[in-house]
Nanobody, 116 residues
Framework: QVALVESGGGLVQPGGSLRLACAAS????????MGWYRQAPGKERELVASISTRTTFTVYADSVKGRFTISRNNAKNTVYLQMNNLKPEDTAVYYC?????????WGEGTLVTVSS
């Protein structure tokens, strides 16, 4: 019954920006940590950023610090990832993640391609 739906991916030139969104349903969104992961072809899925229930704590991968910002709007059951100064190495499928007490939930992913 839990569903996470990502949006906002696409093709962008190096140096450009994208804003990803993930809307959750079927679960108490505001009570759970949310995160963004990404997976490039042939590579393992890696954490990009995460944010706690009340935005008290955020975590970023070293590779995106200073460029990406994670945020959430609990009233809209949505988590965002603002991605600025995108680089070709950011190209990947980006997945939304919800960390519940007893399970992890994933969206189906949205493709971000950074290329000129």
């Amino acid at each position: 019954q839990v569903a996470l739906v990502e949006s906002g991916g696409g093709l962008v030139q190096p140096g450009g920006s994208l804003r990803l969104a993930c809307a959750a349903s079927g679960i108490g969104f505001s009570a759970n940590t949310m995160g963004w992961y990404r997976q490039a072809p042939g590579k393992e899925r890696e954490l990009v950023a995460s944010i706690s229930t009340r935005t008290t704590f955020t975590v970023y991968a070293d590779s995106v610090k200073g460029r990406f910002t994670i945020s959430r709007n609990n009233a809209k059951n949505t988590v965002y990832l603002q991605m600025n100064n995108l680089k070709p190495e950011d190209t990947a499928v980006y997945y939304c993640n919800l960390e519940a007490s007893t399970a992890l939930y994933w969206g189906e992913g949205t493709l971000v391609t950074v290329s000129s």
